[in-house]
């Protein structure tokens, strides 16, 4: 990979063996392997018995989980804030494997829409509660620092299954706990505007 780092700075009209830029190569190429590093995690291994049998069914709720991906039309990142709930049917998820999962699939090449699905395929496949909702915030360089529709840099994604896709009271609640910024005037026309691989 540096080799290929190399070039793409030569092709930049940089000059790779400047000072500054000798260790560059390597640098990326371990930082790209720490933000795609999702593809070699498994699920399981995180999960890693967290599990637990519990009499519980009122819903559980881990906001704020803050995410980094990477667009793959522009390989940019795009960056904020992930809300997970879920209603158990017969088991729980340790809370701390959560932020876990969600870094599993943000450090892929992503778009905003299928980063938010697969967390909730996740958890519906493995703790198979009564209901799942994931909520996605996030700022889009490749909008903003490009200057494309700067306005439209910010993205709300969502995905729900069960209770939060049936009853629009859960669905309520659960918008309501996490006090989306998208709930907020103004702010909701920027929902559903990710990256759109444009350009
Ligand atoms: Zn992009």
């Given at each position: 990979m540096q080799e290929i780092i190399r070039q793409l700075l030569a092709e930049l009209g940089e000059d790779p063996s400047r000072e500054g830029l000798l260790d560059t190569p390597k640098r990326v190429e371990?930082?790209?392997h720490f933000l795609t590093s999702g593809y070699a995690a498994d699920v399981d291994a995180v999960l890693n018995n967290a599990l637990f049998t519990v009499d519980y069914n009122e819903m559980v709720i881990v906001k704020d989980i803050d995410f980094y991906s990477l667009c793959e039309h522009h390989l940019l990142p795009f960056f904020g804030k992930c809300h997970v709930a879920y209603i158990p049917s017969t088991r729980v998820i340790g809370l701390s494997k959560i932020p876990r999962l969600v870094d599993v699939f943000a450090r892929r090449l992503q778009v905003q829409e299928r980063l938010t699905n697969q967390i909730a395929d996740m958890v519906r496949d493995k703790v198979a509660p009564l209901g799942v909702a994931v909520v996605m915030e996030a700022t889009h360089l490749c909008m903003s620092?490009?200057?494309?529709?700067?306005?439209n840099s910010f993205a709300v994604t969502s995905a729900m299954h069960g209770a939060f896709r049936d009853s629009a009271r859960t669905r309520m609640e659960f918008l309501e706990l996490i006090k989306l910024r998208s709930a907020?005037?103004?702010v909701r026309e920027a929902a559903a505007y990710a990256c759109v691989g444009d350009e």
């Open positions: 371990k930082s790209l620092m490009r200057g494309v529709e700067k306005q907020v005037p103004g």
